[in-house]
């Protein structure tokens, strides 16, 4: 059984410190919550786990299956059994979702995936997520809505059949249907394999969905709190002031403009 164990992490974007001692041990086949307001390092610590070159770590170790992934580059994280849906998932203009994804599964396995088996496991895939099977031709999320990106990313999970999965507020951008199509793809990848899962959100209708049985909080760049779905609750019930005022806290400073980082072309797109 795998394990990801983050250790005392500490990462800086554009020499900006963001994550200031992060510590969290995520087992294969569990299912963990990570909270916090806005810019305090939840999607930072997701892609510092994937190997984005922006994000520098300045100390600590990110280690996977008891080997230190701390240096390792995206590709090779992926291949150890990690996985990231993107909370902004990019367009790839020219390259189909099928070529995209029959390449990524064959770089993962021993044996090669034949074209016709391949295909209809993208079929199968598309089908659970409610997507229609010439998705599987189109280029990567050119033209798709917002929550058609998003499901497209489970569709990945699905295939790419990672041991641990990060989901980076996959539920947005997805009406009330369309979260329980991919939460119930959610639940039958955990029930039919060990799948481990860190999911961000920050709603609890997502999370009563596809239940955790662990959360935690991060706030200015560090876990402070951890427990269970009451944890969950109360956070949806009373915000954030009550833990911020019990543990003498204080949120983390945010810039100016917000830097979206893209992973796998490293491109940069402002926010306001």
């Not at 600590?60 to 150890?80: N, Q």
């Not at 793809?185 to 999911?199: F, P, S």
Request: glycine share 8%.
């Amino acid at each position: 059984m795998a394990t990801l164990k983050i250790k005392d992490l500490h990462v800086s974007v554009d020499s900006r410190p963001i994550l200031k001692g992060a510590d969290l041990t995520i087992n294969q086949g569990e299912v963990h919550a990570l909270l916090g307001p806005n810019g305090n390092g939840k999607s930072t610590l997701l892609l510092s786990v994937m190997g984005h070159p922006k994000y520098e770590i300045t100390s600590g170790t990110i280690s996977f299956d008891d080997v230190d992934i701390t240096t390792m580059s995206v590709d090779e994280r992926s291949k150890a059994g990690l996985f990231l849906a993107m909370q902004y998932p990019v367009e790839i203009s020219g390259i189909t979702n099928a070529d995209f994804m029959r390449t990524a599964v064959n770089t993962q396995c021993k044996d090669a995936v034949g074209f016709f088996e391949f295909i209809k496991r993208m079929d199968k895939s598309l089908l659970e997520l409610g997507l229609k099977s010439d998705f599987a031709h189109r280029f990567i999320n050119e033209g798709f809505s917002g929550g058609e990106k998003k499901r497209n990313e489970i569709v990945q999970m699905l295939l790419l059949e990672p041991k641990l999965a990060m989901l980076d507020e996959i539920d947005s951008g997805l009406d009330v249907d369309a979260l329980k199509v991919v939460a119930n793809a959610i639940n039958k990848q955990l029930q039919e394999t060990d799948l481990g899962l860190l999911i961000v959100s920050h709603y609890e209708r997502f999370y009563q969905q596809v239940q955790p049985s662990y959360a935690h909080v991060m706030i200015d760049g560090r876990i402070v709190c951890s427990g269970d779905n009451e944890l969950i609750n109360r956070i949806d019930s009373e915000g954030y002031d009550w833990l911020l005022k019990e543990m003498n806290l204080k949120l983390a400073k945010q810039p100016d403009k917000k830097l979206v980082y893209h992973l796998g072309i490293c491109g940069i797109k402002e926010r306001s």
